[in-house]
C-alpha cells in the first residue's frame, strides 16, 4: 500500500491538491486494504486517515495498515474533521460521488475548493503489480475449473438458470467470494444476445450455448467466455465458431506493450468484417480486468492510449446472428514486457458436447 500511496502522492503535488477524499469501494480498498463496505479515505502531504463508523474501526485498524483510525457518526460526520484540517483544495472522484453528496460535501465546506480527479484512481490502478496480477490469474483459475465442471453438467432439458446456479456454486465452494457479474448463459437463437442472462429456457439439442462468467477472489475479478454446442455442430455454427476463432487468436498474437486498444480492435474486426459478418459484433473487443470486471484500459475504438506491461485485459470478439445464434470467446490475458500471457486456459477448439 506505501507504494500506492507514494504515487498517488506524487500526483497530488503535480495537480496541487492539499488533500484527496476516496470513498467509491475499489478505490478505497485499493489504496487502504479495506474490504468493508463504508468508509472514507483521505490523504494528505503527510497524513493517511481512514474514517469509518463504530461497525468498522476494529476491522479498519486491522486491515488499514499505516493509517490513522477516526470514528464517523451522525453527530460527528466526517466533513467535521475535513472542516478543521486546512485543506483548501480537495481533489474527490467526480466519476463516482453522486450530485446529492457532491452538494453536501461543498455546501458544508465552503472554505474547501473541491478539485475532480478525473480518473485520476482508475489511471493508477490501470497497471496491476505482480501480486495482484496472481490474485487474478487464481480467480481466472477457479473460473477454469467451473468450466471443466459444468461440461460435466450440461445435458439436454436442463435450464439455463440451473446452468448459472451450478457455476455460481461450483466457484464458491473454490474459494471464489462471489460473481464478477451475472452470469451470461445464453442457449439457442438467445445466444445472439451478447448479454443474454441466463433464462428458464432449456437446453436443446443442437443449440450454440455462450457461458460468459467470472468469479471475484480477495476482491479481484475474472472474466472468459466460451461457446459449445450441444450435440453436433452444423456447417453454418462451425463456419462462424472458426470466424470468432480466427479474429480472437489473431488479436491475442498482436498482444505487446505500445499497442493501443483500437488497433487491437481493428484486427479482430477487420477479420470479422473481411468474412460478411462486420454488422454483426457490436461490441468493443474488450476492456480492463481488475477490482472491477470492466475497467481502464480501453480495448475498443475509444482506446488509443499504448497498452503497458502489468494492464490485464480480455480479447472477446463475437458473432450474433437474430433468430440463428452467436458465438463469443474470451480470454483474460495480462500483457508482460514481451507481449502476453494467457490467464484463461480453457480450451478454445469447438466443443460439440454429446448428448
Known amino acids: 500500500m506505501n507504494n500506492r500511496i507514494k504515487k498517488l502522492k506524487e500526483e497530488m503535488k503535480n495537480r496541487d491538491l492539499d488533500a484527496v477524499l476516496i470513498y467509491k469501494p475499489e478505490n478505497r480498498r485499493y489504496i487502504s486494504g479495506f474490504t468493508g463496505t463504508a468508509g472514507y479515505v483521505l490523504i494528505t502531504e503527510d497524513k493517511s486517515i481512514f474514517f469509518t463508523d463504530f461497525r468498522y474501526i476494529q476491522q479498519a485498524a486491522s486491515q488499514c495498515k499505516g493509517f490513522e483510525i ?7 460526520p466526517v466533513t467535521e474533521y475535513l472542516e478543521n484540517m486546512n485543506i483548501k483544495n480537495l481533489g474527490f ?7 446529492s453528496t457532491y452538494s453536501k460535501f461543498t455546501d458544508e465546506l465552503k472554505n474547501i475548493k473541491f478539485i475532480p480527479l478525473k ?19 487464481k480467480a481466472a483459475s477457479i473460473a477454469d475449473e467451473a468450466f471443466k465442471h459444468i461440461l460435466t453438467y450440461i445435458k439436454p432439458g436442463i435450464s439455463e438458470k440451473d446452468i448459472a446456479l451450478e457455476l455460481e456454486y461450483f466457484m464458491k ?6 460473481l464478477s457479474f451475472e452470469s451470461i448463459v445464453a442457449s439457442g437463437k438467445r445466444s445472439s444476445l451478447p448479454h443474454g442472462v441466463a433464462s428458464d429456457k432449456l437446453i436443446e439439442k443442437g443449440d450454440f450455448l ?11 475479478c475474472s ?8 450435440g453436433k455442430a452444423s456447417d453454418e455454427q462451425k463456419n462462424i465458431y472458426e470466424i470468432v476463432l480466427n479474429a480472437q487468436i489473431k488479436a491475442l498474437e498482436a498482444v505487446k ?68 445464434g452467436g458465438v463469443r470467446i474470451e480470454d483474460l490475458v495480462v500483457v508482460t514486457k514481451d507481449g502476453y500471457k494467457v490467464l484463461s486456459n480453457s480450451p478454445k477448439e469447438l466443443i460439440e458436447l454429446s448428448c
Open 223 to 230: 472474466d472468459m467466455t466460451r461457446t459449445i454446442v450441444i
Open 119 to 137: 480518473g485520476l484512481m482508475l489511471s493508477l490502478r490501470v497497471v496491476k503489480d505482480e501480486d495482484e496480477i496472481n490474485t487474478i490469474a
Open 93 to 99: 472522484e467526480d466519476d463516482y460521488m453522486d450530485f
Open 70 to 76: 477516526l470514528e464517523i457518526s451522525r453527530n460527528k
Open 210 to 220: 455462450t457461458l460468459d462468467f467470472g468469479c471475484i477472489y480477495n476482491g479481484y
Open 257 to 324: 506493450p505500445g499497442i493501443t486498444g483500437c488497433e487491437l480492435d481493428k484486427i479482430a474486426r477487420d477479420i470479422i468484417t473481411d468474412a460478411g459478418y462486420g454488422d454483426k459484433f457490436g461490441h468493443g473487443l474488450g476492456h480492463g480486468v481488475g477490482l472491477e470486471v470492466h475497467e481502464m484500459p480501453h480495448v475498443n475504438s475509444l482506446g488509443t492510449n499504448p497498452l503497458l506491461p502489468g494492464m490485464v485485459i480480455t480479447d472477446e470478439p463475437g458473432i450474433y446472428i437474430p433468430d440463428f
Open 173 to 178: 465452494k473454490k474459494g471464489a467470494t462471489g
